[in-house]
């Protein structure tokens, strides 16, 4: 049997041409199954942040594509935190409820509210829904520990549960927002007893219409207990567990089969409540598409969840730019889409959450032959029919970890597949259409450019037998549905340029409505908030309202030590900052700090506790340096001692309401001033000294006050950028140092990587601040390559793509993050060997004698799944095939290998090479230095790790380049410039 279909501009090259259609997918529309309930995002640990800072009309076209129905992504539910003044991963977010009791309460406090209105005000459907991450202090004061329990006692009980309903009552009354569902207690145990509070105490506020899902962690012991417990049954009206990854070939879902029992015998929804945490890029899309329709087709799960809904947050913290869409510049108004945000749109502009059904397995839903799956949705009020269908895409299942939870395409697909659906229905039952449109969005390495994704191929024609047939492409998602009203949302306006935070900058915090978070400024614990000056009722000024650590949080050692908040730039090098601050009398323990080049240490899971900087501090007896956050936990380590991260100490006028901090940073060398009196040079260690990062705000848990916030660059005489500077998570992905000759004139170099296949990655412009990585396609460059214009803007989300199926493979295509910042290798499973992908950077003709200062190459590796990094200098010549590493192309490699700590001088010895230092991975800094071509130095984390003398014969020849090799996997940022001189002797 053949049919024949015609589709605009020939992207499915099937105009009038004989298709075999081999298999048929029957799509019987009778064959009702479960309710879709909701396929959403949610606002949690801060990552909306910045969002209420941006500019009109930017921030207006951001929620637009976020929930306007059949404009954009089209969210069906809003899951929010119930914040608890507690670092839960990316930040904090304040608590309504500071006190028992209900004292200290203020529903006004905190962005959720709104972000929660304006999602409810363009779309009146959608479902709203809070969780607990960290209960405040007041639920189990019994001790200030974050690990403690809200579950220790009945009394504990009651509290959390009350706080709980307090905040939905909050909601109702003070912005009109009626919460749906909430859950418990965000990836913690539970207790029976606690859901039942939760129950009864909701219903005595008189929320009955408000259900309780639980328990936000696994499918046991809720889904035994929900069989066992008919008091749990009566209380729980959804089972949820986050990150399912369900497996649609199989038909199970990663333990859940008391789940399935519970659904099976019950009927209660399955859910899928925090899902995706991937990075947002072709690899992301693909597995949230892969996720959506396998989580439904192998765990019966029937609502869907992105962690998180907008990396609206700044771009070092943890977990940036694991959003449907991302927006950290809100001085420039500059925010990205991404193919994730349309791949979602697939199922969300095509369906009516709570009342489309999906159809059963073999009867509409399933997996497609030549790899991939499919699932239809009929709505039976309208009778209309949807069938969304992803193709398995080959970046997805050749990704088995990393940034995306180690989750695989179901089915890897080896090529394009046609497939032709059935649709059948019976008396009674709905209509056969007659048209169907086709959507489109394609992944892999056509993400580049943005204008195929969610795009309208054409309106078919159903044949008189019910088939409707198509040619599917791989790493692609469809719609194909009588839903005539879907569109891809244009924003109002164009999206702004990328700009640098704004220096000078200053705020008096005048003008904010109290209690509300001053204007870029980021809790990272804690919670600062606007307040009347309470020494002076005609000035307004920030406020640390936190007065305890959180009681419990749901990883406890991720609450830092103390409140602080983050402001400006990771690449703040040579700044200053003022601010004055007033210590409470009734705390006399209390201290304010101000810091700068605020960053948080290398390899730590938990490194957002703990960050690092230079940080000038005040309290009663006088005012300290020091450089970590967690030296001041116990306040300031009187006396001043180096052990003690004391640099310098002074003391304060007595009897001050104010004082006035200013700091600033240049080179090795920072000035202090307290009150205007004489400035103190302070001499920087080397950590400090090479680092670069944000201004913070930080203080013990008690009411300390701020005023007329200042931050300006620093002294033009010494604020030249350090060249041998290794970079801090967020310094552009591919740079040449600030300084080196020709790095603001549009010389650089290309970057080769792979096989060189399909195009070249080159460099643009970014502001001051060097220069930026840019890839580039020949497509999109036109035939020009000087960077300019339309090819400027158009390239900026670009990727490369380096994957050679001819050639066995080299990995994935290497992506760029949005703005920039970071260069992506992902995870491969095509070839086993190593130097899968790698990357070169050449100079490039006559740039070469601009360049040849630049003798010094930094790499920062921001998250490695890879078994080997090597990192150094390889000749041009050299093979990046993979079929031999490059430690073994004699004379062609001097590499210092992160997984072993040795350095090879590239021979065919098959040995790994000799001893050198310690290894290194994720998180790390390492600067590669060549001193001459017989001398080399590595640094890491800033501290040299020896000289390497080689042999005349062994000398790294004049045309050598910088190199990194991957052998599976790994984010790495790196940039050139000159190298420092070798140390003393």
């Avoid at 529903?107 to 779309?123: D, P, V």
């Avoid at 959390?160 to 009354?173: F, L, R």
């Avoid at 090479?690 to 201004?695: A, E, I, R």
């Avoid at 430690?887 to 350095?903: D, H, I």
């Amino acid at each position: 049997m053949v049919h024949t279909v015609s589709v605009l501009c020939g992207w499915l090259m099937m105009a009038m041409v004989a298709v075999a259609v081999d298999p048929l997918y029957p799509v019987d529309l009778t064959a009702l199954g479960m309710t879709l309930d909701s396929v959403g995002a949610q606002s949690t640990a801060g990552t909306a942040r910045l969002l209420r800072d941006y500019p009109e009309p930017q921030r207006s076209d951001v929620l637009d594509l976020l929930f306007k129905p059949q404009f954009g992504a089209s969210l069906q539910h809003l899951k929010v935190e119930i914040g608890g003044d507690a670092q839960i991963s990316c930040g904090a977010e304040p608590t309504p409820i500071r006190g028992p009791n209900g004292s200290d309460t203020n529903f006004k406090r905190g962005y959720e509210h709104w972000l929660m209105t304006e999602a409810k005000r363009r779309n009146p459907s959608i479902e709203l829904m809070g969780l607990v991450y960290a209960f405040p202090w007041w639920v189990n004061p019994a001790k200030p520990d974050s690990s403690n329990s809200p579950y220790a006692s009945a009394a504990t009980e009651a509290s959390a549960a009350e706080y709980v309903s307090d905040w939905v009552t909050g909601m109702k009354t003070e912005h009109n927002l009626t919460i749906d569902w909430v859950g418990l207690f965000n990836e913690r145990e539970y207790t029976d007893s606690y859901v039942l509070t939760l129950r009864r105490t909701l219903d005595a506020a008189g929320h009955t219409a408000t259900r309780i899902v639980a328990s936000d962690r696994d499918w046991d012991p809720i889904s035994s207990d929900y069989l066992g417990k008919s008091d749990i049954r009566s209380a729980v009206a959804a089972i949820s567990k986050h990150y399912p990854h369900c497996n649609a070939a199989s038909g199970t879902c990663n333990g859940g089969a008391n789940a399935a029992a519970a659904h099976d015998v019950y009927g209660v929804p399955l859910w899928s409540s925090e899902d995706y945490s991937c990075w947002t890029d072709a690899l992301g899309a693909g597995v949230w598409a892969s996720e959506l329709n396998g989580n439904v087709l192998g765990g019966n799960i029937s609502m869907q969840s992105v962690w998180h809904l907008i990396s609206a947050f700044y771009p070092t913290v943890a977990f940036w730019n694991e959003g449907v869409l991302s927006a950290t510049e809100p001085w420039s108004g500059r925010y990205h889409d991404s193919a994730t945000l349309w791949v979602t749109a697939h199922t969300t502009q095509f369906s009516t959450a709570g009342h489309s059904r999906y159809l059963k397995r073999g009867k509409g839903s399933g997996l497609l032959s030549g790899g991939g799956t499919y699932v239809s949705l009929v709505d039976p009020t309208t009778g209309d029919l949807s069938i969304v269908i992803e193709t398995g895409s080959s970046v997805v299942s050749g990704f088995s970890g990393g940034n995306c939870n180690g989750r695989q395409s179901p089915v890897p697909v080896a090529g394009p597949q046609n497939a032709s659906f059935v649709l059948t229905s019976q008396v009674g039952g709905p209509r056969l259409p007659t048209t169907m449109s086709v959507w489109r969005t394609l992944l892999g390495t056509n993400v580049t450019r943005p204008s195929r994704w969610f795009e309208f191929l054409d309106t078919l024609p159903v044949g008189a037998d019910g088939t409707i047939s198509l040619a599917l492409e791989a790493d692609a998602v469809y719609s194909v549905s009588t839903v005539t009203s879907a569109t891809h949302g244009v924003p109002s306006t164009a999206v702004p340029p990328s700009a640098a935070f704004p220096l000078p900058y200053r705020d008096d915090f005048e003008g904010y409505p109290p209690p509300q978070q001053p204007r870029y400024l980021t809790d990272m614990e804690g919670a600062l908030e606007t307040a009347v000056d309470p020494t002076n009722s005609s000035n307004q000024v920030i406020i640390q309202a936190s007065p305890r650590q959180a009681c419990c949080n749901f990883i406890p050692q991720l609450d830092a030590p103390l409140p602080f908040s983050l402001i400006g730039s990771s690449v703040w090098e040579h700044v200053s900052v003022s601010v004055a601050v007033s210590l409470p009398e009734s705390h006399p323990q209390a201290f304010g700090a101000v810091g700068l080049r605020m960053q948080y240490p290398p390899n730590s899971f938990f490194r957002q506790a703990a960050p690092v900087g230079l940080l000038l501090a005040l309290d009663a007896s006088g005012w300290m340096v020091v450089s970590t956050v967690p030296a001041l936990s116990r306040g300031l380590p009187w006396p001043c001692k180096p052990e003690t991260g004391c640099l310098a100490s002074g003391n304060v006028s007595i009897g001050a309401v104010w004082h006035t901090l200013t700091l600033s940073a240049s080179g090795r060398t920072a000035e202090v001033n307290v009150d205007g009196l004489a400035s103190v040079n302070v001499s920087l260690d080397a950590t400090i000294a090479t680092g670069s990062g944000y201004v913070a705000l930080v203080s013990a848990f008690a009411p300390v006050l701020y005023d007329d916030l200042q931050i300006d660059r620093a002294d033009a005489a010494t604020a030249a950028s350090q060249c041998n500077t290794p970079p801090a998570v967020g310094h552009l992905a591919v740079s040449l140092g600030c300084g080196v000759p020709g790095a603001t004139d549009g010389s650089g170099f290309d970057l080769e990587g792979g096989d060189g296949g399909q195009g070249r990655i080159m460099l643009r412009s970014n502001h001051s601040l060097c220069l930026g990585v840019m890839p580039v396609t020949s497509e999109q460059r036109g035939g020009d390559s000087t960077m300019e214009g339309r090819v400027a803007k158009k390239a900026i989300d670009a990727e490369v793509s380096h994957w050679n199926a001819t050639a066995g493979g080299h990995g994935g295509p290497i992506t760029v993050s949005p703005d920039g910042i970071f260069a992506y290798w992902p995870k491969t499973m095509h070839y086993p060997g190593c130097d899968a992908v790698a990357l070169v950077a050449r100079t490039s003709g006559d740039r070469n004698a601009k360049l040849r200062t630049a003798t010094s190459q930094w790499f920062h590796v921001v998250n490695s799944g890879a078994d080997f990094i090597d990192i150094g200098w390889c000749t041009p010549d050299v093979d990046l095939s993979g079929t031999t590493w490059m430690g073994w192309q004699s004379g062609k490699a001097w590499v210092y290998r992160g997984s072993a700590g040795q350095f090879k001088v590239a021979n065919s010895s098959k040995d790994q090479g000799n001893p050198y230092g310690p290894s290194f991975g994720h998180g790390d800094n390492v600067t590669a230095i060549q001193h001459s071509p017989t001398t080399l130095e590595f640094l890491l984390n800033s501290k040299s790790v020896g000289l390497i003398n080689l042999s005349a014969e062994e000398a790294v020849p004049e045309t050598a380049v910088f190199c990194v090799g991957v052998c599976d996997g790994a984010v790495i940022g790196l940039s050139a410039g000159v190298a420092p001189p070798p140390p003393p002797p």
